[in-house]
């Protein structure tokens, strides 16, 4: 990870924590450097209901328009945010592209595009 001189302290704390998903996968149930060996394994979790798929589904849809409004407010500079981490959990080059991996960074710009146009048609 190179810094640029313009960069600031937040920068480069932002840099770092993208960088921690090409090594670490993210962070995970127990955060990034704890153990997950005292976790159920997936044959020991049951599977999940119809009703809470559902109730999933719903959750997850508004999630989405809460993002979309939060981002309908906020400045230019959240946008660039928002697509550069799509832009770094896109596929590497020389990686095989997965396609959940490929329709999640899509969606992050979607997020973004119905967040301006949010912002342009609605009075303030």
Known sequence: ????????????????????????????????????????HSE??????????????VRVIALENLVTALLSGAPERQHDLVRSMATQISPRPGMTPHPLTTQAASHMNELVDRAIHYRDVLPE
């Open 1 to 40: 990870m190179t810094t640029s001189p313009q960069d600031t302290p937040a920068d480069s704390g932002k840099k770092r924590a993208l960088a921690q998903w090409d090594y670490e996968g993210g962070a995970g149930p127990c955060g990034p450097k704890e153990s997950t060996a005292e976790l159920p």
């Open 44 to 57: 020991d979790i049951p599977e999940l209901t119809n009703t809470e798929l559902v109730q999933l589904r």
